[in-house]
């Protein structure tokens, strides 16, 4: 640039700072609605304070949407942030935006100092999100105001009706407030009104309020945006003469009241205390339909105590060619008449600037949504390591359903809802009476010392066996198996199998063991048993009168557990949150006394957990929260029929199924929805699967499964579903917890129905309770009639099936296969290894051979997990129940049936509760226990290859 040049620049600098300046001469403050890191870094905002006069800066959500999520200026801080306290991305979000408000006040202060409080302010918005709420806005303004810290703070709170009062007692609390999305005359008159009785309750105490400022932000193009539409369709001449005009007509007139108000009596008795006026501020002023001047709402609204907020363009363009003249009360009858040829026209002012609050409340927390979306991607970057992470491969077809649901969940504010315990992101019913489980995922239900306490105690027995069914025990076991030191050893047993009590039972010396009794309601079957079973065991072996000091109950206050331990003295009663469900209890004292009898350090393991509780947040959308993320592809592929949720683990997180399948199973599947959790079924090559399927492959750092991943790229390749989640340490499986607790409650939601109860379990569990108490009468259970029998089986079921043998029979039933269906086994057998493996094999042999998916669980353990979705989710399940003859039996304490009994009762009550949901079911009961597992799997390797 020549010096020719250079000089001209400056010239033309020098006249367009006087042209900003001089409507400060007019008596309007010029103030920058814009706030950026870089800009104020780089000394933008002082050369514009210097230079242009300016004397105010107002942020909003949008402004900072645009500052901290398209750019890296913030990542330093926030990398701080989150390295010193990972905690919520609401409180990082806030830590940066309240960095940048203290500088531009401190920027600021000069002016403000100069004008003896009367400008240099800066504005920060309280959360839009609070927007139609009136103690939390208030209770947020109050944080920001002591947390920013400056005087020269205004807090902005929307004028909505909700607004008002709490606009009125931050006032009189003494701090200044910036009043926005004012759009109307009516609610401009409440904000005045709320400003000026604030004040006077603030000179009725004795309190001073001459250093307390209040902006009333009046939103002015939008107005035309709106109203110019309706004028360009109406298209006549008269529409046509007040385009353009509605919104300054509407400004002016405000102003109007504006000048009357401060004529009153009634404000003069405040002036005279030295009261501020609350100055009317002109926001939304930029242009933007292009056939208008660029400085259009900055010329024709100067006058006196006034503000014009304007983004840079605007700015740019007034210091280039804006004219100041009075133009805010220059022809009143003029815009008294554009607002009533509106009035003539139709054009309804009252009903645009009330869909325009409507439209700004919702445009600002859509802007915070995407804000909060990229602080909560930047601090899930900066724990990498520490978070596990969620990915997906997802055919093109379902990954557009998973992006729709994740859509309506944020415009909704699912994780907004969720966290406020609102029951209409479900069916609307008491959903929001079951959510105690989010506070203990904080780690707020457990009480640390008093478990570190227990640690301490029962580090000197050799084993811990848990007594409990479901939710009372699936969490700890996977506690145990994937964290536990070994020493003291878990034995969770939740089983009536005789076999299986006798294991356990032989297993632990009564004198060396600890006793814990789980069971929320108190009252389950199994537990009940069980006890009894074990606490006489263990007075046989320490004494009468000393066994009892070896037990620990935890269970729901008032619970006859609770009354039983009572009596019989146990050593410690742990009690639960009765809004939490079983299933949901694995982060209350059902998971963590258990973990902690373990020697697992609680406290610690919640340091970890805390991470993803806080990542799954109110204030994290669900694009970025990873249990939404998930809940969302859980629920969009259930409802296009992908229902089958297949985990495929790798070695060391195998136990975590066992948990995961009853949170899905019995929180999703009822009213004939629901999501088919598939437990350990050994993955397949690509044409063993259907279109039923989404994979979720839960994969630990360090863990050797190169079989399975070379499978899975091969699904892949196939177009099927494959989710991702990779955790770097085992300690991390705390956060699975967290995730999938979150995921479900959201699947539940996109599936429409309410994840929190359990409707047919109580079924089976009455079935069963009437054929124990016959029994308890009689002596006999109910006699039946096996449609067909030989030497290794007999065979029930509610209708007789064709076939001359076994495997015949086993080929009718499996005939009944179509896609989409899957295949049970219900097997009331002891739950060994040698079990598990023959159940494995003939899982392989059906789904290969007939192409569907399969499950398989143990008796009557799956009936507290899994089996809620057997009978109330999809009827596509054809189970095959299989009992067999015990060859030994254990009598129980104070019952008249013996353990083997009660496991067949269970059996055969949930073949029949399993029947009646239109499910088909055939049971084969074995004649010898040792070699019939093996027979069966011969016979239906017959069948499948027949
Ligand atoms: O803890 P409780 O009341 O003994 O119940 C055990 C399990 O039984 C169920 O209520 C129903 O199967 C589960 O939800 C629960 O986890």
Redesign the pocket.
């Known amino acids: 640039m020549s010096d020719d040049q250079l000089e001209a620049v400056r010239e033309q600098e020098a006249s367009t700072m006087n042209r900003l300046q001089k409507l400060e001469e007019a008596g309007q403050a010029v103030w920058l609605d814009f706030i950026d890191r870089e800009f104020m870094a780089a000394g933008g905002l002082k050369r514009l304070v210097e230079e242009d006069g300016l004397t105010g800066v107002t942020s909003n959500p949008s402004i900072f949407e645009k500052a901290i999520g398209h750019s890296s200026a913030y990542d330093a801080q926030l990398k701080a942030e989150v390295e010193a306290d990972p905690r919520t991305v609401e409180t990082i979000y806030e830590a940066l935006a309240i960095k940048d408000i203290q500088d531009a006040c401190d920027t600021l202060k000069p002016v403000y100092d100069k004008h003896e409080a009367k400008d240099g302010y800066v504005s920060i918005e309280v959360s839009p999100y609070l927007a139609m709420e009136t103690d939390t806005t208030l209770a947020a303004a109050k944080r920001l105001w002591a947390e920013v810290d400056r005087e020269n703070l205004m807090v902005k709170i929307p004028g909505t009706d909700p607004g008002v009062p709490a606009i009125h007692d931050a006032i009189e609390a003494g701090i200044n407030i910036n009043v926005t999305l004012l759009f109307s005359l009516d609610a401009y008159k409440k904000v005045l009104e709320a400003y000026i009785s604030a004040l006077e309750a603030r000179v009725a105490k004795g309190e001073a309020i001459d250093r307390i400022a209040s902006v009333a932000s009046f939103f002015v193009s939008r107005i035309d945006g709106v109203m110019d539409k309706k004028i360009d369709a109406l298209g006549t001449e008269e529409a046509k003469a007040i385009r353009g005009k509605i919104a300054i007509a509407n400004a002016k007139i405000a102003y109007q009241h504006y000048l009357e108000v401060s004529a009153s009596a009634r404000w003069q008795a405040l002036a005279e205390k030295g009261a501020q006026p609350q100055r009317l501020l002109w926001a939304s002023t930029g242009t933007k339909d292009k056939a208008y001047s660029d400085v259009l709402y900055v010329e024709t609204l100067i006058g006196r105590d006034t503000v014009n907020t304007m983004p840079p363009a605007t700015m740019d363009a007034f210091r280039d060619h804006g004219e100041t003249s009075n133009s805010l009360v220059s022809d009143v009858d003029g815009a008294e008449k554009v607002l009533a040829t509106a009035e003539k026209l139709g054009l309804d002012l009252d009903g645009v600037t009330a869909q325009l609050v409507k439209d700004g409340v919702k445009s600002f927390a859509d802007a915070a949504d995407s804000l909060y979306g990229a602080v909560a991607g930047k601090r899930g970057k900066f724990l990498a390591g520490k978070l596990d992470t969620i990915s997906a491969d997802l055919p093109a077809d379902l990954d557009a359903k998973v992006k729709d649901s994740i859509e309506k969940a944020r415009s909704e504010g699912w994780s907004r809802k969720l966290w406020a315990h609102d029951a209409s992101m479900w069916t609307g019913g008491d959903e929001g009476k079951w959510l105690g489980w989010l506070p203990a995922a904080e780690g707020k239900q457990v009480d640390i010392a008093a478990l570190q306490a227990l640690s301490v105690e029962a580090k000197k027995y050799k084993d811990v066996v848990l007594l409990?069914?479901?939710?009372?025990s699936l969490g700890p076991e996977v506690m145990g198996l994937i964290l536990g030191a070994g020493s003291p050893k878990l034995h969770a047993l939740d089983s009536t199998d005789p076999g299986q009590v006798a294991s356990v039972a032989d297993a632990t010396d009564p004198a060396n063991t600890l006793y814990i009794v789980?069971?929320?309601?108190?009252?389950?079957m199994e537990?009940e048993l069980l006890r009894a079973y074990f606490f006489a065991r263990c007075e046989q072996a320490v004494g009468e009168g000393k066994a009892g000091a070896r037990f620990v109950a935890i269970t729901d206050p008032g619970s006859k557990l609770e009354k039983v331990a009572k009596e019989h003295g146990y050593a410690h009663i742990f009690l639960g949150d009765p809004t939490i469900?079983?299933?949901y209890?694995v982060l209350s004292v059902?998971g963590m006394v258990p973990s902690a009898a373990i020697g697992i350090d609680v406290g610690a393991f919640f340091d970890v957990v805390t991470l993803m509780t806080n990542s799954c947040g109110p204030d994290a959308p669900p694009a970025a929260n990873p249990g939404f993320e998930l809940g969302a592809i859980m629920g969009a592929a259930a409802v296009a029929g992908r229902d089958k949720l297949t985990l495929v683990p790798s070695p060391t997180l195998k136990p975590f199924g066992s948990w995961l399948e009853?949170l899905i199973a019995?929180s999703t599947g009822k009213q004939g929805e629901g999501i088919v959790p598939v437990d350990l079924e050994p993955l397949g090559d690509p044409a063993d699967y259907g279109n039923d399927r989404v994979f979720v492959h839960l994969h630990l750092e360090g863990d050797a499964m190169s079989a399975d991943h070379a499978k899975l790229e091969a699904l892949k390749a196939t177009g099927q579903p494959i989710v991702t989640i990779v955790l770097n340490k085992k300690e991390d499986i705390g956060q699975e917890f967290v995730r999938w607790e979150v995921a479900t409650a959201v699947a539940g939601a996109i599936i429409g129905i309410d994840p929190f109860d359990?409707p047919d379990?109580e079924d089976a569990k009455i079935q069963t309770r009437q054929l124990i108490e016959a029994y308890e009468q009689s002596g006999s259970l109910k006699p039946e009639t096996p449609f067909f029998e030989d030497g290794d089986f007999a065979f029930y079921a509610p209708a007789k099936v064709d076939g001359g043998d076994a495997a015949a029979i086993l080929k009718a039933h499996l005939s009944t296969a179509k896609a989409g269906d899957y295949f049970g086994f219900l097997a009331y057998i002891e739950r060994n290894e040698t079990h598990e493996a023959t159940i494995e094999a003939m899982r392989v042999d059906v789904r290969d051979s007939k192409k569907i998916a399969t499950v398989a669980g143990f008796g009557p353990r799956f009936?507290?997990?899994t089996?809620?979705a057997y009978k109330g989710g999809p009827k596509e399940g054809i189970f095959l129940t299989i009992t067999r003859e015990p060859s030994q039996d254990i009598a129980i304490p104070g019952n008249r049936a013996s353990f083997g009994t009660v496991q067949l009762a269970q059996a055969r009550g949930d073949m029949e509760v399993l029947a009646s949901r239109g499910q088909r079911v055939l049971r084969v009961h074995l004649k010898d226990e040792k070699s019939g597992p093996e027979a069966l799997a011969r016979a239906l390797k017959a069948a499948t290859q027949a």
């Open positions: 409990g069914m479901g939710g009372s789980a069971s929320k309601s108190g009252s389950t537990p469900g079983g299933r209890s059902f009853q019995e359990q379990v009936l507290h997990s089996g809620q």
